[in-house]
Nanobody
């Protein structure tokens, strides 16, 4: 079994900051990509940011320059530092990991349960 547990969401005023964390646990051989997605009410889930095991990053245009993704490979944990938050950043943020559970198994994607981020104007 693999679990992704997120923390750090909450309510913040526009211009404020939040830091999300997501820890992967269970039987894990390797994690390739870890990322954050978000889903606003009535909208599709979208990629916010992703990071490979080697540290390469990818960001949605809407968060570039404001959000920073990082990871600690020794802890199987990914972080999302969110600065200069805007009301349009409001949504449920989901952690995602593409990983292998053993050297013999293929890559599978796992999701966290989601954490609510609300930015008030």
């Amino acid at each position: 079994q693999v679990q992704l547990v997120e923390s750090g969401g909450g309510l913040v005023q526009a211009g404020g900051s939040l830091r999300l964390s997501c820890a992967a646990s269970g039987t894990i051989f390797s994690i390739n990509v870890m990322g954050w997605y978000r889903q606003a009410p009535g909208k599709q889930r979208e990629l916010v940011a992703a990071i490979t095991s080697g540290g390469s990053t990818n960001y949605a245009d809407s968060v570039k320059g404001r959000f920073t993704i990082s990871r600690d490979n020794t802890k199987n944990t990914v972080y999302l530092q969110m600065n200069s938050l805007k009301p349009e950043d409001t949504g449920v943020y989901y952690c995602n990991a593409e990983l292998k559970r053993s050297v013999l198994m293929g890559t599978s994607r796992y999701w966290g349960q989601g954490t609510q981020v609300t930015v008030s104007s």
